[in-house]
C-alpha cells in the first residue's frame, strides 16, 4: 500500500507554478523543459529528497501536465510528497539519458525546441547533456537556466506563510545560540544550542550549517565552529536558518565575549546601518541599484580595509543544499536596474571582514509588499555583548 500523500501546498498551489511556467516558456518559444534541479523539480512537483545528487527530471510540456523521471529507489518520494508520481524510472546502476530521450520522443518533442538547465546544481551533468544530444539530433536544446528560478522569485501567500513561520524558528534558534555564549565555551557549545533550538522548534535541514566562528577565525569567510574557546574580547559571528518545507529564512548576529575592541564596534554598526536601510528603502518599484547606493553610503565611513561580497541582498526562499538563493541572479547590488516586486524575498546581509583578525555581521530576511517591506526574522540588530 502507498504511504498516505504528504504535500506541502494544495493542488491549487501546484497548478498555478506549472501555469507560470508554462507562460514563461512560450515567451521563450520552448515546447518542452527539462527541469533537472532539485529545487525546480520540488517547486514543480513537491518533491524531496536527501540524495539531490542523483539525476532527477520533471519533463514540462508546453501545455499539460509535467512528467515525472526519476530512480526506482528514490520513486517512492514522489509517493509521499508529490502531487504526480513518477511514470518513467531508471534501476539503480543503469544509465538514465536514453530513458530521458524515450521520454522526449514520447511527449512529441524530438524535433522540438527544448529548454534545459545548466546551472552548477544541475543533474543533468555535461557528459549527459551531450549524450541527450546526440540522442535527440533534430532538436533544439536551449539554455533555460534561470526559467523556473525567476517564476520561484515571486512568493505566493502559501509559500511566505512557510518563510513567516521559518523565521519565527529562526530567531528561537539565534538567541539560543546567543545564550550559549559564555567563558569557557566553544564555538561547538554555540552550534549545538542553536541546531537544538532548530529541530525542536520544527526546523527540517537547511541547505547551509549553522555557521558560528569565532575569534581571529570570523574574519574568514565561510569558516564555522571546529571546537575552538571563546575567549574573552573575542567576536562571535553566526549564520543561522530555519528551514520549512524548504523554505528558509536566513539570519546573522554579532556578539563579543567581554568588551569588544573599537573596530569591531565600528564594523558591527556600520553592518547593522547597512540592513537599515534596507529595511527603510526596499519597496515596489524601487531599483535594487537604488537601495545598495542607499546602503553602501553607511560603509563609507569605515577606515579599514575590509573584505565583504559585495552586494547587500539576494533573493532567498525554497532551497536544497548547497544553495538556499533561489534566483541567484536576483541580487541588491550596484548596476542591478532589477525592479522590486511584490512577493520577493531577500537575504539582506553585510559581513564585514578584516582577514585574521575580527568579523562583524548583521541580516535579516525580508519580503517585498505592496506597501513596503515586513522583516521575515526577528530579534535585536545590536551588537550583544555577552
Avoid at 520513486?75 to 530513458?99: C, K, M, R
Avoid at 526546523?203 to 571546537?227: D, W
Avoid at 516586486?341 to 564585514?352: A, D, E, K, N, Y
Wanted: proline content about 6%; overall charge neutral.
Amino acid at each position: 500500500m502507498p504511504p498516505p500523500k504528504s504535500l506541502a501546498f494544495d493542488l491549487a498551489e501546484y497548478h498555478r507554478r506549472v501555469a507560470a511556467v508554462q507562460a514563461a516558456m512560450a515567451e521563450r518559444d520552448l515546447d518542452l523543459l527539462l527541469a533537472t534541479t532539485m529545487a525546480s523539480i520540488c517547486y514543480l512537483t513537491g518533491l524531496e529528497s536527501v540524495a539531490p545528487h542523483k539525476f532527477w527530471l520533471v519533463a514540462v510540456p508546453r501545455s499539460g501536465p509535467p512528467v515525472l523521471l526519476c530512480q526506482d529507489f528514490e520513486s517512492h518520494n514522489a509517493l509521499l510528497g508529490s502531487w504526480i508520481d513518477a511514470t518513467y524510472l531508471y534501476g539503480v546502476g543503469e544509465e538514465p539519458i536514453a530513458l530521458a530521450a524515450k521520454l522526449v520522443n514520447d511527449l512529441g518533442a524530438r524535433a522540438g525546441r527544448i529548454g534545459t538547465e545548466q546551472s552548477n546544481y544541475t543533474s543533468l551533468s555535461i557528459a549527459d547533456y551531450l549524450r541527450l544530444k546526440s540522442l535527440l539530433p533534430a532538436a533544439t536544446l536551449a539554455e533555460a537556466t534561470d526559467l523556473v528560478p525567476r517564476v520561484m522569485a515571486i512568493k505566493s501567500a502559501p509559500e511566505i506563510a512557510h518563510l513567516r513561520e521559518a523565521g519565527r524558528i529562526t530567531g528561537e534558534a539565534m538567541a539560543a545560540a546567543v545564550g550559549a555564549i559564555r567563558a569557557g565555551a566553544t564555538d561547538n557549545d554555540v552550534a549545538a544550542a542553536a541546531y537544538h533550538a532548530l529541530v525542536a522548534g520544527g526546523s527540517e535541514y537547511s541547505s547551509y550549517p549553522v555557521i558560528v566562528t569565532t575569534g581571529h577565525r570570523s574574519g574568514v569567510p565561510h569558516s564555522t565552529f571546529r571546537r575552538h574557546p571563546i575567549r574573552a574580547g573575542d567576536p562571535v559571528f553566526m549564520e543561522i536558518a530555519a528551514c520549512v518545507a524548504r523554505y528558509q529564512t536566513p539570519m546573522m548576529r554579532t556578539a563579543a565575549l567581554g568588551e569588544p575592541t573599537r573596530q569591531l564596534r565600528d564594523m558591527a554598526r556600520a553592518a547593522i546601518d547597512s540592513v537599515e536601510a534596507m529595511i527603510a528603502n526596499i519597496r515596489r518599484g524601487a531599483t535594487a541599484d537604488h537601495v545598495a547606493e542607499l546602503s553602501s553610503r553607511c560603509l563609507d565611513p569605515l577606515p579599514y580595509k575590509l573584505v565583504w561580497h559585495g552586494y547587500y541582498g539576494y533573493s532567498v526562499g525554497l532551497g536544497f543544499p548547497p544553495e538556499w538563493s533561489d534566483c541567484p541572479w536576483l541580487l541588491i547590488k550596484r548596476g542591478n536596474p532589477e525592479l522590486l516586486r511584490p512577493g520577493m524575498v531577500f537575504h539582506c546581509s553585510t559581513s564585514l571582514r578584516d582577514v585574521g583578525l575580527c568579523g562583524a555581521t548583521c541580516s535579516e530576511t525580508i519580503l517585498v509588499t505592496e506597501t513596503g517591506c515586513e522583516v521575515l526574522t526577528r530579534g535585536s540588530r545590536e551588537l550583544v555583548l555577552r
